[in-house]
């Protein structure tokens, strides 16, 4: 079974509708991320989460929300889709106690369009 | 923030041919990773690599964080071997991780 699990893996929506992309992870690591990828760039970060109560701004968090229900998921909402927040979306985690300090793991990730 | 550049942005490699990807970062770091995306978008982890030298296989890779640079190494390519490969970084006093955009490999067979 897979270690990070993303839900779904690909969605089609419209402007202007709410989404929830769900991420789980089994490797009880204190850590989650959602990145977002754009068509031939890099990975850029949208919110991280240290622990449950704790939640940060990345680069790109404009149009997004977060909620993290529990220390094994962490789920990234756009209130308002707009069709350039087309894109494939990943969470991470990290464990911030391991000999590898913060060492990411990622799920395989949701291709997410907006029409 | 830290500026992360990764040379070169295309390879196109004969199979069996071996190659060095660079990545350049420009302040100090906590941790870097290199990471392969697959043709089909998967994340793998390759090597955690602060600094000093890790062999896994066919693929090695050296970071100096003295300088700031990092390598990876990949010998005897395989088909298998193409997609993306991405350097990414924590920058030391901060958290967040930043990546590098790339370098896009094909190996022909």
């Known amino acids: 079974d897979a270690d990070v699990t993303q839900t779904p893996r690909n969605r089609i929506t419209k402007t202007g509708k709410r989404i929830m992309l769900e991420c789980s992870q089994t490797k009880g690591h204190d850590r989650m991320y959602w990145y977002r990828q754009d068509p031939g760039l890099g990975l850029q970060l949208i919110y991280y989460?240290?622990?449950?109560?704790?939640?940060n701004k990345g680069e790109i968090s404009d149009g997004y929300s977060v909620s993290r229900q529990a220390q094994a998921k962490f789920s990234l909402s756009l209130e308002s889709a707009i069709p350039n927040q087309t894109a494939l979306y990943f969470c991470a985690t990290s464990d911030s106690a391991a000999r590898s300090y913060n060492e990411q793991f990622f799920g395989p990730g949701t291709r997410l369009t907006v029409l | 923030g830290i500026q992360v550049e990764q040379s070169p942005p295309d390879l196109i490699l004969q199979e069996g041919a071996n190659s060095t990807l660079r990545c350049n970062f420009s302040?100090?770091?906590?941790?870097l990773q290199w990471f392969h995306q697959n043709p089909w978008g998967q994340l793998i982890n390759l090597f955690y690599i602060p600094s000093g030298t890790k062999q896994n296989g066919r693929l090695s890779a050296t970071t100096v964080a003295t300088e700031r640079y990092s390598l990876l190494y990949i010998s005897s390519s395989q088909t298998t071997d193409s997609g993306v490969y991405f350097c990414a970084v924590e920058e030391t006093g901060g958290f967040k991780t930043i990546f590098g955009a790339g370098t896009r490999l094909f190996v022909k067979a």
């Open positions: 989460s240290f622990d449950v109560k704790d939640i």
């Open positions: 302040d100090s770091v906590n941790n």
